[in-house]
């Protein structure tokens, strides 16, 4: 069974980003590079943290910003290796 990234939108990653008692699982999504229990949490203030989907369309618009590149060349089929953006029909999907 393959999961779907809440950031990105990827729907091949192995493991789901949190487990059903809301614990993270540490999975990187291999699109994006966003880490479930580590980029999810975000201090904004001495004590106060971001909502994990408030940091989710942080991430998701700063990765977009800087061009939406492959984190992983293994994610996308050849022709889409680390470091270069999606094609539009790609996010768009």
């Not at 001495?46 to 618009?61: K, N, P, T, V």
Request: charged fraction near 30%; glycine fraction near 10%; charge should be negative.
């Amino acid at each position: 069974m393959k999961y779907t990234c809440p950031v990105c939108g990827y729907d091949r990653m192995d493991d789901v980003a949190y487990y059903e008692n809301g614990d993270a699982s540490f999975e990187l999504c291999s699109c994006c590079g966003f880490q479930f229990g580590v980029d999810d949490d975000v201090e904004i203030d001495d004590g106060i943290f971001l909502s994990r989907s408030e940091a989710h369309d942080l991430y998701r618009s700063n990765w977009l910003k800087e061009g939406a590149k492959v984190f992983s060349p293994y994610a996308f089929e050849p022709g889409i290796g680390k470091g270069e953006p999606l094609a539009r029909k790609a996010l768009k999907k």
